[in-house]
Nanobody, 120 residues
């Protein structure tokens, strides 16, 4: 079994910062891409940022220059550093990872979601 556990969400004032973490554990052979989506009630889940195993990153236009995605391949953990937060960044953030398990199956796995609220 493979599990993703997120941490780091919370309430922050506009202009503030938060750092989300996503730790993968279990029967992992290798982690390909990792990333973060976010969802506001009533809207579709949208891609925020993505990072490949080689370190290539992709960002939504709305977060470019403010958010930075990174990963620690030794700890099997991904990070999303969010700076200059805006009220419109308020959402539930979900991490995901494309993982090949030790049984050679490859699947997308999702974290439980963490609430980020940007408000004064």
């Amino acid at each position: 079994q493979v599990q993703l556990v997120e941490s780091g969400g919370g309430l922050v004032q506009p202009g503030g910062s938060l750092r989300l973490s996503c730790a993968a554990s279990g029967s992992i052979f290798t982690i390909y891409a990792m990333g973060w989506y976010r969802q506001v009630p009533g809207n579709e889940r949208e891609l925020v940022a993505r990072i490949t195993s080689g370190g290539t990153t992709t960002y939504a236009d709305s977060v470019k220059g403010r958010f930075t995605i990174s990963r620690d391949n030794i700890r099997n953990t991904g990070y999303l550093q969010m700076n200059s937060l805006k009220p419109e960044d308020t959402a539930v953030y979900y991490c995901y990872a494309l993982i090949k398990a030790t049984d050679w199956s490859t699947n997308n796995y999702w974290g439980q979601g963490t609430q980020v609220t940007v408000s004064s």
